[in-house]
């Protein structure tokens, strides 16, 4: 069965960074691409950024260009999502999802979410 | 970037009526959108990609149509389960989403 397993909860300062990660299981971790989504509270989905899980080459968000760093490690199937200076705008949930390598796809599969919260 | 603007924001309907949600797109889109269902707590689940294919394990109460900038998701009738957040997204190279139309017992 396919799964998207991601860190629990963090709670840091302003201008802090965080890391959030995304463990897979059930598949080809290297035929798909795991992407990040973020919402903040009553707020849409915003799409951040991919990582191909094959190549390791990496997608940004313009919005988040310079701040959003994605790193894949193939031998523990894992993607993460690094956020620097973090902002109390930046309090989210932040969801891994996946799609296929090489073709504009909908996200089949989800991560449960991780809860960022930035306060002082 | 491709603006999604979905609605109504809220739509007030009792269990077995018809749902119809609406996705506008402000550039076409081809058929590279999908719908979403959130409920409180839980990730998105696909219900919907290519515009009008269901995904694995949805009810074929759950239908879309559309091309282009205009997409459309019925539900055809109410399920006290489908009571939720409903989003679409455009899957180009920059992915986004709509602001969601929210589903709600009247």
């Known amino acids: 069965q396919v799964h998207l397993v991601q860190s629990g909860a963090e709670v840091k300062q302003p201008g802090a960074s965080v890391q959030v990660s995304c463990e897979a299981s059930g598949y080809i971790f290297s035929s798909y691409e795991i992407h990040w989504v973020r919402q903040a509270p009553g707020q849409r989905l915003e799409w951040m950024g991919w990582i191909n899980g094959g190549d390791g080459s990496t997608k940004i968000s313009q919005r988040f260009q310079g701040r959003v760093t994605i790193t894949r490690d193939t031998s523990a199937t894992t993607a993460y999502m690094q956020l620097n200076s973090l902002k109390s705008e930046d309090t989210a949930m932040y969801y891994c999802a996946r799609d296929p390598v090489a073709a504009y796809a909908a996200f089949d599969v989800w991560g449960q979410g991780t809860t960022v919260t930035v306060s002082s | 970037e491709i603006v999604l603007t979905q609605s109504p924001g809220t739509l007030s309907l009792s269990p077995g009526e018809r749902a119809t949600l609406s996705c506008r797109a402000s550039l076409s889109v081809s058929n590279d959108l999908a719908w979403y269902q959130q409920k409180p707590g839980q990730a998105p689940r696909l219900l919907i990609y290519?515009?009008?294919s269901r995904a694995t394990g949805i009810p074929d109460r759950f239908s879309g149509s559309g091309s282009g900038t205009d997409f459309t998701l019925t539900i055809s009738r109410l399920e006290p389960e489908d009571f939720a957040v409903y989003y679409c997204?455009?899957?180009?190279?920059?992915?986004?989403f709509g602001q969601g139309t929210k589903v709600e017992i009247k």
């Open positions: 997204q455009q899957y180009g190279p920059s992915r986004t």
């Open positions: 290519g515009a009008s």
